[in-house]
């Protein structure tokens, strides 16, 4: 069974991409999610605030020294708690396409146009066959209205991608006013990919001692249903090629992903749950599936439950809402 498909203009073997996580950062592990089937892997981001950092020369003995330069660098971890700095980042990169055969996605993540294309050009320099930007930005600032986020990010995206020549994919999160209108701008910046959606790590509240307490949980299947709506949405609406991250965890998720029109699913929680190992069983459960329901490949479901597919999609959206609310019954 034909399971292959083509994200950033890479011919995949399978959907299944391993997504940006502790996985991806070690060149031995890569290594062992090629060997069990990763047509690509996407590397954890390096963090526009360790950018900034390098940037304006402050590093653990001048702040020691004096804390007062940038005031706003009081609240970021120490240069020592990130896992690694941008040279690391860097070499790192350059190891691992070198030890491996399939593509390496560089990721950035950051929220602001700063200091992004320099480094996006050494990302290419150091062999990046695409980029992923991760637009995450909290927006807490009571005068940041929806017009100029929106405005900042599309400029991120078209400088970016004037920047490289290699394929730059977005990775955006769910909360933007009008998530259709930005896609299409997003498209028309250049972007090649948009992936749907971040995930924002929400704190918890430690009540004893009155502070916030970062967490994190893994995610599961019942998170891929929003990642599904807005796919069907955007599928054939724009150009951009479309990837579901969050969420998939089983071959069935993944299906479900590509029938709304993905041409790409990324795991994390998945792959650190039950380790590299069950790409193999995700690829073959995708292609038994297919096997059974007599598809002849996976291209065949692409985009067969997008609402493309449906005369009127604000009229099946509403219906759909409707039906939901009016008969349901415990």
């Not at 996407?42 to 702040?63: K, N, Y």
């Not at 691992?96 to 992004?116: C, D, E, F």
């Not at 290699?166 to 999160?173: F, G, M, R, T, Y």
């Not at 090629?241 to 993944?254: E, F, P, S, W």
């Amino acid at each position: 069974m034909d399971i292959s498909t083509t994200y950033l203009s890479f011919k995949l073997s399978s959907p299944f991409v391993p997504g940006a996580s502790p996985l991806t950062a070690d060149v031995g592990t890569v290594r062992r999610l090629e060997d069990a089937g990763a047509p690509m892997i996407i590397m954890p981001s390096i963090f526009q605030e360790q950018l900034d950092r390098e940037q304006v020369a402050i590093h653990r003995g001048l702040e020691l020294a004096d804390n007062s330069n940038a005031e706003s660098l009081t609240y970021l971890p120490r240069p020592d708690q990130f896992r690694i700095g941008p040279e690391e980042y860097i070499e790192t990169l350059a190891r691992i396409k070198a030890a491996v055969a399939i593509p390496v996605v560089a990721s950035l993540n950051g929220r602001t146009a700063g200091g992004w294309d320099d480094f996006a050009r050494q990302l290419e320099s150091a062999g990046a066959s695409a980029l992923e930007l991760n637009i995450y930005d909290p927006l807490l600032a009571k005068d940041q209205d929806s017009a100029t986020v929106e405005k900042a990010c599309v400029e991120v995206v078209r400088m970016v991608c004037k920047t490289v020549s290699i394929p730059v994919a977005v990775k955006l999160s769910p909360f933007y006013t009008s998530f259709r209108h930005l896609a299409d701008r997003l498209d028309a910046a250049g972007a090649k990919g948009l992936v749907l959606f971040n995930r924002f790590y929400q704190p918890d509240i430690d009540v004893e001692n009155l502070e916030a307490i970062p967490t994190l949980r893994l995610s599961t299947s019942d998170e891929l249903l929003l990642r599904l709506r807005w796919t069907a949405a955007l599928y054939g609406n724009v150009k951009a090629d479309l990837a579901v991250t969050g969420g998939v965890h089983t071959a069935i998720d993944g299906l479900k992903s590509v029938m709304t029109g993905a041409s790409a699913v990324q795991l994390a929680s998945a792959l650190l749950a039950h380790g590299p190992q069950y790409l193999k069983t995700l690829r073959k459960d995708l292609a038994r599936w297919l096997e059974r329901h007599e598809y002849t490949s996976l291209a065949q479901a692409k985009g067969s439950m997008s609402l493309q597919n449906t005369p009127n999609p604000s009229v099946f959206e509403r219906g759909n809402y409707m039906k939901v609310l009016q008969t349901w019954s415990q």
